[in-house]
């Protein structure tokens, strides 16, 4: 399945009065690594727009584990688990150094006609084809 990593260094603007990052912050760390996730099959932001259809993020669930400290190096891996009738990505953010897991997170996007501004329940032939499958 489709999978990527992506380098994140916790930022200083990004800490909380703990040192640590501040749990808003992470929907950008998800948002990253789903642009380069979605980069990889050619179906990010502009060419979703273009084939006629929004996807805005229904649902988003993240499990904080384990705190991100102030300047720690982090890989947010991303892989597509569902794509029938929904885009739903799971995401784990390890340290990049140990390895070990901080964070479990999962959003689910659907597809929404644009024109309509119709919800679709089952994924449109364009996603399939993006991830070179027969729908
Ligand atoms: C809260 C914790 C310190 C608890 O950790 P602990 O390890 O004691 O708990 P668990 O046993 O449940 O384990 C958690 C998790 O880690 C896995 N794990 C444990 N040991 C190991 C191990 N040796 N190897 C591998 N993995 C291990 C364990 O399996 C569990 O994972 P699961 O996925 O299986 O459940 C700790 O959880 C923690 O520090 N979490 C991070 C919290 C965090 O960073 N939150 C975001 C920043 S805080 C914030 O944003 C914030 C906002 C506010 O608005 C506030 C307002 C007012 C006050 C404070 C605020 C605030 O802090």
Redesign the pocket.
């Known amino acids: 399945m489709i999978e990527a990593e992506t380098k994140i260094v916790v930022p200083f603007h990004d800490i909380?009065v703990?040192r640590?990052?501040?749990?808003?912050h992470y929907v950008k760390y998800l948002e990253i690594a789903r642009c380069e996730l979605l980069d990889k099959i050619e179906y990010n932001f502009p060419e979703m727009e273009a084939s006629g259809y929004a996807w805005p993020v229904i649902d988003l669930h993240i499990?904080?584990?384990?705190?991100?400290n102030f300047g720690q190096q982090v890989t947010v891996k991303s892989k597509i688990i569902e794509w029938e009738n929904r885009l739903k990505i799971a995401y784990q953010i390890v340290d990049k150094d140990s390895g070990?897991?901080l964070t479990?997170a999962t959003t689910t996007q659907v597809a929404v006609d644009i024109q309509s501004k119709e919800m679709l329940f089952e994924s449109p032939k364009v996603l399939f084809e993006k991830l070179g499958i027969k729908p």
Do not use: F, N, V
């Open positions: 909380d703990m640590i990052a501040w749990h808003g499990r904080y584990a384990s705190p991100l070990k897991r479990k």
